[in-house]
T-cell receptor
Framework: KQEVTQIPAALSVPEGENLVLNCSFT??????LQWFRQDPGKGLTSLLL???SQREQTSGRLNASLDKSSGRSTLYIAASQPGDSATYLC???????????WGAGTKLIIKP | NAGVTQTPKFQVLKTGQSMTLQCAQD?????MYWYRQDPGMGLRLIYY???????DKGEVPNGYNVSRLNKREFSLRLESAAPSQTSVYFC??????????????FGEGSWLTVV
């Protein structure tokens, strides 16, 4: 059974720091992995999608990497800003059906 | 520019009552989904509709029913609410099924409390 884990559950860093969020999964047979952002009281917004054949994707100050063999993905945020404060979730797509398997998220607080 | 719209945003129910969560998308997407999100857990898929006219069970379908009313609308019904169904519910849509790697769009969520 595929399980997705995000550690830590919460992270607080000063503004301007570069930081890394972690996502691990137990079954390497994935179709893709996605990172999402969730603001309080809001829905989720897709940030980056990495296909299983890819190693990384970049969007602005965000860079996501994927290592299927070790069952790990990281989301790198450069030069963090208070506006980056949110919960970040990762999810993997199982190739056999339409189900995304989700991590519980990392709540990120960027202190001004 | 609405995207995915869910109603109601907040609802309190008594145990045993029924209610329907409404969802509509204006992006002409084929696939729609209902998730629930509980504290400390990842989102869990309740039901999905890969295309108009079809619905399938997800990971946690018990206690729920769905209707794909048309291409735009996908409703979730709780027939006899239980405290275990207290959660935040999210509707989502994609242009086609996940395997195409499409971006998934979410509504803003519906906070449901069953007392």
């Amino acid at each position: 059974k595929q399980e997705v884990t995000q550690i830590p559950a919460a992270l607080s860093v000063p503004e301007g720091e570069n930081l890394v969020l972690n996502c691990s999964f137990t079954d390497s047979a994935i179709y893709n992995l996605q990172w999402f952002r969730q603001d309080p009281g809001k829905g989720l917004t897709s940030l980056l999608l990495i296909q299983s054949s890819q190693r990384e994707q970049t969007s602005g100050r965000l860079n996501a990497s994927l290592d299927k063999s070790s069952g790990r993905s990281t989301l790198y945020i450069a030069a963090s800003q208070p506006g980056d404060s949110a919960t970040y979730l990762c999810a993997v797509l199982r190739g056999s059906n339409y189900q995304l398997i989700w991590g519980a998220g990392t709540k990120l607080i960027i202190k001004p | 520019n609405a995207g995915v719209t869910q109603t109601p945003k907040f609802q309190v129910l008594k145990t045993g009552q029924s209610m329907t969560l409404q969802c509509a998308q204006d992006m002409n997407h084929n696939s729609m989904y209902w998730y629930r999100q509980d504290p400390g857990m990842g989102l869990r898929l309740i039901y999905y509709s890969a295309s108009e006219g079809t619905t399938d069970k997800g990971e946690v379908p018990n206690g729920y029913n769905v209707s794909r009313l048309n291409k735009r609308e996908f409703s979730l019904r709780l027939e006899s609410a239980a405290p275990s169904q207290t959660s935040v519910y999210f509707c989502a849509s994609t242009e086609t099924a996940f395997l195409a790697g499409n971006t998934i769009y979410f509504g803003e969520g519906s906070w449901l409390t069953v007392v």
